[in-house]
């Protein structure tokens, strides 16, 4: 059974910055390579929203929101995703989580609060 585990959420000041991990496990290395990767946020309230996604190829997407401060990136060796945040801002606040696609499995999530 596949699952997902992230991990690096916490509490930091506007303008700081914070590292997400997503670790997979129940799936060979040879599948994760091909699996397009994903995060996802929900802020209280709001509905989910895609954040950023990487194709096996390492191709990539950002919501408009977050371009040019979040970097999306995964190690295939690993099965490890990643999400680099900066010049974080109050509105970045909420659950976030990974999801490998064509599986559809997500994490459990992990809570960012940015104080501004």
């Known amino acids: 059974q596949v699952q997902l585990v992230e991990s690096g959420g916490g509490l930091v000041q506007a303008g700081g910055s914070l590292r997400l991990s997503c670790a997979a496990s129940?799936?060979?290395?040879?599948?994760?390579?091909?699996?397009?990767g994903a995060w996802y946020r929900q802020a209280p309230g709001k509905q989910r929203e895609l954040v950023a996604s990487?194709?096996?190829?390492?191709?990539?997407t950002y919501a408009d929101s977050v371009k040019g401060r979040f970097t999306i990136s995964r190690d295939h060796a690993e099965k490890t995703m990643y999400l680099e945040m900066v010049s974080l801002q109050a509105e970045d606040t909420g659950v976030y989580y990974c999801k490998l696609e064509q599986t559809g499995t997500w994490g459990q999530g992990t809570q960012v609060t940015v104080t501004s």
């Open positions: 990487i194709m096996g190829s390492g191709s990539t």
């Open positions: 129940g799936i060979n290395t040879l599948l994760f390579r091909h699996i397009t």
